[in-house]
């Protein structure tokens, strides 16, 4: 007769590792994440490099300067957003390595699997609530 504690039994049949499929999908919400993120990225540095413009800019007048400290407090702010979206775009590219690694979806903390639902709403995450709150 099997006679195992229940709980030490989940604990010798918990997960370790999320599965191949599993991880598939998971690459396949990041590839197209990617590819948003990328586009957005390169919207972003084409308005702060003035690509989009056809060039008449400099002959706009010289004497609206409340207009020109509202378009260098505008291009900073697009700036910290363009750093923020490049830093999204790292994040992704580093969990298709763990992907490919076989790593994805562990917690860099506690060692155990981040639950699906908060690789769907943050694909990038390395760290589960549980390690994230106690850091607090």
Do not use: W
Request: glycine share 4%; hydrophobic share 35%.
């Amino acid at each position: 007769m099997n006679i195992i504690n229940p709980k030490i039994r989940s604990i010798m049949t918990e997960k370790t590792r999320y599965s191949d499929e599993e991880l598939a999908e998971f690459k396949e919400l990041i590839l197209s994440k990617l590819a948003v993120a990328r586009e957005e990225y390169e919207t972003m540095m084409g308005t702060l490099m003035n690509t989009d413009n056809n060039g008449v800019d400099d002959t706009s007048p010289t004497y609206k300067a409340l207009e020109e400290g509202a378009n260098t407090q505008t291009k900073e702010e697009l700036s910290m957003l363009a750093a923020r979206q490049q830093k999204f775009i790292k994040g992704l590219e580093a969990a298709l390595i763990r992907i490919e690694n076989k790593t994805y979806g562990i917690c860099r903390e506690t060692g155990k699997l981040i639950p699906k639902e908060r690789l769907r709403l943050v694909p990038h995450a390395t760290l589960s609530i549980e390690a994230k709150n106690m850091k607090k």
